[in-house]
């Protein structure tokens, strides 16, 4: 049987408060017509569908449209819920959906209640232990909370290793063995720009470490972190996230983003396949001043844009002046020799209006403020001053 593995859609994401609605269409149509031509028998989606707990109207028609889609071409699809969906939306369009073999798991369900998906194929059984996000506030009572924060993580990690090692308890001999779930995995990369490094560990965010994920799927489908890749040294050999389809944000420029095609048989190990999206517009970040920005941003009628600008000061409306001039242009970011920061002692309540948007204006910019700004300030403080 074949699987196409995807996750972290987030429909309905923005990018500096532009719709990427016609992109979600392209990859959603992408995905189907490489689900189409790859004979897929199955798409797991592995959480994270949308990208709010209420999402648009026009969400749903992007998602149901793909769905649609799925269906009209007899692929069966799994839909999880992550920690980005409402489960009980989940929930309230699987009370349908079933119908057209498109299956929902929006609660945690114990291998004797629901929590493994059956799908027939041909004389093929494949039993999918789904698994969506485990909600901290479900997994952890008040008291347990109320511990310190290492305390809390490793209880939550316990949580989530019951969890999955119930729902696998369900698998029945000689059929595919195959969990999807929304989980993060311990030192996980969230990226990988200009060779630095990002990874994630569970002594700062809820999660497990790889040890303790269960071996007895043949391969676990995962969702929850946007960089593709896959986790290496687990128990049961094949563990992977697919990754978000679209670069969301701009700490995700630079990233390939994929689909997973995965072939399974009854106790075999998995084959597996990367393909390459191609839709969407790429993030990207330039440096320089605003004029080389400017001139640079030519060669990107095509990307969304976050321009580092080189100042000597902060500009009062020199983003909007950007935005203006390249359309491409979307994020702003000022660089310039900041003043160190001190940590001051003195109390708000002894320092005068001026002093105080002064240190406000260093909090938050980083430097002085301008004598025009200053001058300014006078002025409208005056006539504040005056009203009262
Ligand atoms: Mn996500």
């Given at each position: 049987m074949r699987f196409l593995h995807t996750a972290d859609w987030h429909i309905g994401r923005q990018i500096r408060g532009r719709s990427r609605a016609s992109e979600f269409e392209a990859v959603l149509t992408e995905i189907k017509d490489i689900a189409v031509s790859e004979?897929?028998?199955?798409?797991?989606?592995?959480?994270?569908?949308?990208?709010?707990?209420?999402?648009?109207?026009?969400?749903?028609?992007?998602?149901?449209?793909?769905?649609?889609?799925?269906?009209?071409?007899?692929?069966e699809v799994i839909l999880i819920a992550g920690n980005h969906d409402s489960?009980?939306?989940?929930?309230?369009?699987?009370?349908?959906?079933d119908l057209l073999n498109v299956h929902t798991q929006a609660y945690v369900r114990s291998h004797d209640a629901g929590g493994i998906i059956r799908i027939n194929r041909g004389d093929v059984l494949a039993e999918i232990a789904a698994i969506p996000w485990v909600p901290d506030g479900k997994a952890l009572n008040?008291?347990?909370?109320l511990s310190d924060a290492q305390k809390t993580l490793s209880m939550y990690q316990d949580a989530v290793e019951t969890v999955y090692s119930n729902v696998v308890q369900g698998y029945t001999s000689g059929a595919i063995h195959l969990l999807v779930g929304h989980v993060f995995v311990d030192g996980a990369l969230l990226a990988d720009?200009?060779?630095s490094e990002r990874r994630l560990h569970i002594d700062i965010a809820y999660g497990i470490d790889k040890d303790r994920l269960p071996s007895s799927p043949q391969y676990l489908?995962?969702?929850?972190?946007?960089?593709?890749?896959?986790?290496?040294?687990?128990?049961?050999?094949?563990?992977?996230?697919?990754?978000?389809?679209?670069?969301?944000?701009?700490?995700?420029r630079g990233q390939q983003k994929i689909v997973r095609i995965v072939d399974l048989v009854p106790n075999r190990p998995v084959q597996q396949k990367i393909i390459p999206l191609t839709s969407g517009k790429p993030l990207i970040e330039l440096r320089g001043t605003p004029e080389q920005v400017l001139v640079a941003s030519e060669q990107y009628k095509n990307a969304y844009i976050r321009a580092v600008l080189d100042v000597d000061a902060p500009e009062a409306g020199i983003a909007q002046k950007m935005r203006d001039s390249a359309d491409g242009i979307v994020d702003i970011r000022l660089d310039y020799d900041r003043l160190e920061e001190n940590i001051s002692t003195v109390s708000l309540q002894d320092l005068k209006p001026e002093?105080?948007?002064?240190?406000?204006?260093?909090?938050?910019?980083g430097t002085n403020p301008s004598d025009e700004l200053l001058v300014l300030f006078r002025e409208i403080l005056g006539e504040v001053v005056n009203i009262q």
């Open positions: 004979n897929v028998d199955v798409v797991l989606v592995a959480g994270d569908i949308w990208d709010t707990n209420s999402p648009s109207s026009d969400s749903d028609r992007i998602l149901f449209g793909a769905l649609r889609e799925f269906v009209t071409n007899d692929i489960a009980h939306k989940l929930n309230a369009v699987g009370q349908l959906s008040a008291i347990e909370v720009i200009d060779g489908a995962l969702g929850h972190i946007h960089h593709p890749q896959e986790i290496l040294g687990v128990p049961n050999g094949a563990t992977a996230y697919a990754g978000s389809i679209l670069q969301l944000d701009f700490g995700e002093e105080l948007f002064v240190r406000y204006y260093q909090e938050r910019h």
